[in-house]
């Protein structure tokens, strides 16, 4: 990353949650006019906007993909469409006839067509992960895709320029966001993660020193023993006549002996750890299942399950409203526990300065729980807004319009 990414002295706004960004959004200023020729102030503009929207393109690429026509929409009245055919404006012309001033039209406000001059950015998949509140900054967007936590439509996609189109779904990796929107660990979780860390190696380490000597003192079957016995076992099933067979659970055991017998004649056809989960899947059907225990009628049944007998009885003398708080912080310590092996701090809370960017466009619809949203279709432009998010005004992004209308 350059230096002075995030720069105090020289304003550049970044597509970023950084603290230091969101300073400088808060005092950012147009820039000056007055004493600049068009060509500065063109490229002013330009420098300006390019710095937020897709700064990690390269020029020559974003020039590939501007676009001078600009998508928009204007909302018609449909009732007045309705009503009158167009003969009404034509109505006391010259006489002086003017409709009452409560009963004149509203006109439409101004459309912003200028501020979707960065509207192809917008179709990035970098950037649209950045949109929908997956990612810190279109820097660790960029990351994420690049290192294989995206998959559009099902399918794994490690191209950040992708051009997504209506209808694309797309999907990041739900520790990848809570680690991106979490809040940081501080010194003292940092410390215990190092330590869970060690501990689990060390233990994987001894584990495999104890399992070491004993390999050599396990005889391995050759597959054709292991293949008659798991057909003496079927065989023994059908025989035995304890056991009450269905006739489906009939049907599958010939049909594993015909398996069976097939893969003796032809041994490398299949594998004969797939024969053995078949066997011990339909032993499992065969097994009736386990009686159900009765309840006690000691424990009431609005009284949450405990670890120990101490806090069950313990729990059983509160009031309901005490057990209705018991059961939430339960079922919320269950959802977000604390785990020192993550990489964020637990339990989860959102990142320090996030509320100032938390919003989501309208082209986007976003599912927070399974971190996956859908690009529905192009940014426009209608009377009063443009759909593309931007800290600038029209007047810059007109600038810069011009600018790379010239550069065409």
């Known amino acids: 990353m350059r230096k002075r990414f995030h720069g105090l002295k020289r304003l550049k706004l970044r597509q970023s949650w950084n603290k230091y960004n969101l300073y400088n959004l808060s005092r950012a200023e147009p820039p000056r006019q007055s004493d600049r020729t068009f060509f500065q102030q063109k490229w002013s503009a330009k420098a300006l906007t390019r710095a937020y929207h897709g700064e990690t393109v390269r020029e020559k690429q974003w020039t590939r993909m501007f676009r001078r026509t600009i998508r928009s929409v204007v909302p018609m009245d449909h009732k007045g469409l309705a009503r009158f055919d167009g003969s009404e404006q034509a109505l006391g012309r010259g006489s002086g006839l003017e409709p009452p001033p409560d009963k004149k039209p509203k006109p439409f406000p101004r459309t912003p067509y200028l501020n979707m001059t960065y509207a192809p950015i917008e179709r990035r998949l970098d950037t649209a992960i950045w949109r ?3 990612s810190s900054s279109t820097r660790q967007a960029r990351q994420f895709v690049v290192h294989g936590y995206v998959k559009v439509n099902g399918k794994k996609m490690i ?6 189109n209506p209808g694309d779904m797309f999907q990041v990796e739900p520790d990848r966001v809570l680690f991106a929107t979490g809040a940081p660990k501080d010194r003292a979780e940092r410390r215990a993660g190092r330590k869970l860390r060690a ?9 495999a020193d104890d399992d070491s000597p004993a390999e050599p003192q ?8 292991t293949l008659q016995s798991l057909l003496a076992q079927a065989k023994g099933l059908l025989a035995n006549p304890t056991t009450s067979l269905t006739a489906k659970r009939k049907q599958d ?3 594993f002996q015909r398996t069976v017998k ?7 056809s299949l594998a004969t750890s797939s024969l053995d989960s078949q066997l011990s899947e339909i032993t499992a059907r065969m097994a009736p299942p386990p009686p159900a225990t009765p309840a006690t009628s000691s424990s009431a049944p609005d009284v949450p399950n405990l670890s120990t007998p101490a806090l069950q009885a313990e729990a059983a003398t509160l009031s309901p409203d ?3 708080t018991l059961r939430a912080a339960l079922q919320e310590a269950r959802e977000n526990p604390i785990d020192a092996s993550k990489p964020y701090a637990t339990p989860w809370r959102p990142r320090e300065w996030m509320s100032a960017f938390a919003f989501v466009p309208r082209y986007l ?8 949203a859908v690009y529905i279709r192009h940014p426009v432009a209608r009377p009063g807004l443009a759909e593309i998010p931007t800290p600038y005004g029209g007047e810059v992004n007109g600038l810069a319009h011009n600018w790379y209308l010239r550069r065409r």
């Open 132 to 134: 929908a509140l997956f």
């Open 159 to 164: 191209y950040p320029g992708y051009q997504l």
């Open 199 to 207: 501990k689990t190696l060390n233990d994987k380490k001894s584990s």
């Open 218 to 225: 396990t005889p391995d079957k050759t597959p054709k023993q």
């Open 253 to 255: 055991l010939r049909a």
């Open 262 to 268: 097939r893969t003796l004649s032809r041994p490398d």
């Open 322 to 324: 005490q057990l209705k």
């Open 365 to 372: 619809e976003v599912h927070q729980k399974v971190c996956s």
